[in-house]
């Protein structure tokens, strides 16, 4: 089956240390995205990547980092530098064609715990 | 830029009962429109979209949305609530562009209680 697959669903983390997030997907789909989630907050954008080797900033990027070397891969990584990073992190992903432009298939998300 | 406002945090509706949750939006041209459901601790899973044609627009599970361009409004109905779906519900709208893969804008979401 075609999906999107997030690992590890749990996160536990000291303070301080970085820590990546997997994102993988099997559709074939050109985009990539990352969200955080809190409560009462909706989904913000933390970064997207319209093709390999290119990726953008989101509207939250300070103290996470991201890289698309495969077109399946989409990690992310939460730096020391983010102040407050414990969350619900989901991945994303759409194909951009005529009959589902901007259509988005998400993961099952990941939730971080930093102690 | 673009932006989504859902006003209603939290609604409580009993089983069988009817459902509208609101959603309006901003943004200068065309948008792309979409409604996702989330369960706890799950990802996201689309119920229905709107690109252009008929602005009454049929999901999944029932659900329904009407695009009112006059109101700027994406408002989603269903005639007949379940206990399933109890859940967080979002609106979110992106850019309508010829390529597609643009970013999308969330609302903050509405919770779900369904009361027997």
Redesign the interface.
Known sequence: DGGITQSPKYLFRKEGQNVTLSCEQNLNHDAMYWYRQDPGQGLRLIYYSQIVNDFQKGDIAEGYSVSREKKESFPLTVTSAQKNPTAFYLCASSSGTPTSYNEQFFGPGTRLTVL | AQSVTQPD?HITVSEGASLELRCNYSYGATP?L?W?VQSP??????LL?Y?SGDTLVQGIKGFEAEFKRSQSSFNLRKPSVHWSDAAEY?CAV????N??????T????TRLTIIP
């Open positions: 945090i792309y979409f996702y601790g799950q990802g996201l899973q689309l979209k690109f979002f992106g850019a309508g562009t390529f597609g893969n643009e970013k999308l969330f609302g903050t979401g």
